[in-house]
């Protein structure tokens, strides 16, 4: 890692379908490390027309439409000394919609880390049902998923 607070590691911009959930899932192991793994949901900017034309890969740190970050998930690895397996769910409140996202894996000083076969898939439409089910009505409209 070298002399530094840590090392952070950035997928392409991922396109996503407004209003779907999607599965993280990954394997991480570490020694001497903390691991830990974002997943950044951005909206676009311009109008959804232009999103739905969007193709290809992205750069992250200069994407080529204006975009801002709406919603993030992470999932905290803490130590694992061994490979070990770990899943997240990613549903974000209406309010919060995306069109973007984009994967940053962190491990932090001093150590090292590994990460392996890191998926994000679309849930679905059953599976959504079933995780806005399972889920408290918010008090607050703005906080419906």
């Not at 001497?32 to 974002?38: D, E, L, T, Y």
């Amino acid at each position: 890692m070298g002399e530094n607070q840590g090392v952070r590691i950035l997928s392409y911009l991922i396109k996503a379908k407004r209003g779907w959930g999607y599965k993280l899932s990954f394997s991480a192991k570490t020694k001497g490390s903390i691991a830990r793994v974002f997943v950044e949901c951005y909206r676009n900017l311009r109008s959804p027309r232009t999103t739905a034309q969007w193709e290809g890969r992205s750069d992250p740190t200069a994407p080529s439409d204006p975009i801002e970050r709406s919603f993030r998930a992470h999932v905290n690895c803490g130590s694992p000394g061994s490979w070990k397996e770990f899943t997240k769910d990613i549903v974000a409140p209406k309010r919060y919609h995306f069109d973007y996202m984009l994967v940053k894996l962190y491990a932090y000083m001093p150590g090292e880390a590994w990460f392996d076969n890191v998926s994000l898939k679309p849930m679905t439409a059953r599976e959504l049902r079933e995780w806005i089910s399972s889920k408290r009505k918010p008090k607050d409209k703005r906080f419906e998923y």
